[in-house]
C-alpha cells in the first residue's frame, strides 16, 4: 500500500507497488496482511497511521489482525560477544530461516557495525541476483547509517581490528557508487519475535 508515491493506493503485488515509489522522494508504504488491513491504514493516512503505531510501541492492530512482514524477503542480524568483542553477522530467508550468508567473527567490533556491513551485503547480494526484496533489520541505528552511506562509529582502528575498517570502507563505497530499489525494512521485535537472522545467543 501507498500513502506517498506517483499513484497513491493499494496495490496486491509487490511490483506493482515498487513502480509507484520508484523515483519518488520521500515515499511512503507499507506492506500489510490484508486488504483490509491495508484499507483501514490508508484510510488513515500516513501521519495518523505512523502516531498510532509509534505510541503503541509495536506495529499497529487494525480490527485484530496485527501487521506482519513482507515474504519473500531477506533478514540481516549481527552478534557481538560482549566479553571478547568478536563481531559476526549474516542474512537468512525471512520466511524459511534458510542462511544465505555469513561473515565473521572478527576481532574487536561492534553491534552496530556488523548490522551495518549485514545490511550492505544483503544488497549487494541482492543487486547480483536481480531481486527487488525487502531487507529486514531490527537496528534504527544501521538503517540510519546505511542512508547517511556512512558508518559513523567511534571504534577505534587497531592492528586487530583492520579488516572490519576495511570492510566498513567497502560499504561505505558500494553505497556511494550504487543504486538499489530493496526497501530496507524494521523488523518489528516487540510483535513478531526475534528477527529470523538472530543467533540465538542472548
Known sequence: MVWAGHSPGIYD???????????FENAKFKGFPTKYAAEKAFSMGYGRYMKLNSSQGASLRIGSTVLKPVYP????????????GDMEYRGVDAHSGKEIFRQGPFFDGTNNIGEFLAIVHGLAFLQKQGSKIPVYTDSVTAIAWVRRKQANTKLAL??????????IQRAETWLSTNKWDNPILKWETPVWGEIPADFGRK
Not at 503485488?13 to 523515483?23: A, M, N, R, S, V
Not at 524477503?73 to 571478547?84: C, I, M, R, Y
Request: hydrophobic share 40%; charged share 20%.
Open 13 to 23: 503485488d509487490w511490483g506493482k507497488c515498487q513502480e509507484q515509489i520508484k523515483g
Open 158 to 167: 587497531t592492528p586487530r581490528n583492520a579488516i572490519i575498517f576495511e570492510l
Open 73 to 84: 524477503s531477506l533478514a540481516v542480524d549481527a552478534a557481538w560477544n560482549t566479553a571478547t
